[in-house]
């Protein structure tokens, strides 16, 4: 990683709002995705003969940011492979946890078709996995103008008490069938690494509060032995060398996590005005989705 690289691009974080699209400002809302308007992508796979009749396929549903938005195939297609999985996914592009909040109102960039409890409620999944970057620069209108950069701790405090608050209206949705949360912490972030560290932490916290789980796909994005060390490549894995059309670089046995543009998202493609899932294959999101779903398994 070069260091006049990443200086560069402060000016662009700074103007890029949230980890929604850079093409996006915080004026517009975000269209709703197709996938939400027709139920979500509500799909299970078909069970093989041969599987065994012990293994329970779990309904997962699957929010998020725009790190959700470019994921979502892929981790659906690698949950319906692993597990069986009935599969949902509602991500926004440009959100935060109060974004999903019941009770935002209008400051939401989230309908209220697709909150958190309003989706538990219809769907009844096992599975809440949750995907966010943070929200550090003021993006949404829910947070009421509190960022990261102009005040630290507030935004600290802000953002566990919306955690808080997120976890009890899932609860409540759920009620007997109360669904495990899974809180995805995120890679690193070369511009402030220490708040994707902070708040990361503040997922394991509220996790281990409320008996919920933590899918730490951020490390597999991170150096082995260097976790919150931005960079934009990483040595090919096994799966990569195996699946050639993930390892970007054969030659140098590296793949790219990153497009030189776009320290944030891992898809592979440019960003568009329109926020759409990933149309390319990308190791940076397959990795995160293999992790996802390992945990989800295992849980």
Known sequence: MRRPWIVGLLAAVLLLGACGDPSDGPEATPPTPEVSRAATTHQRAQTSPSASSKVLAPRVLYLGDSLAMEAQQVLGQELRRELRATYTSAPYSGTTLCDYLEGTGEKSLVPDRDKAAALVRALHPDFVVLQFWGNAWDFTWCMDGISH??????????????????????????????????????GPDPITPDRVRRVNELYEEQAATSGDVVADAGAAVAPAGSRYSWVQYLPCTAYEREHPDYCTQPGRDRTALHLDKDYLHFCLAPTTATPKPCPVRSPGILRIAREITRVVGSS
């Open 149 to 186: 950069a102009a005040a630290p701790q507030k935004y600290f405090s802000r953002y566990r008490a919306d955690l808080r608050r997120l976890t009890e209206q899932i609860a409540a949705a759920g009620g007997a069938r109360r669904p495990r949360i899974v809180w995805v912490e995120q």
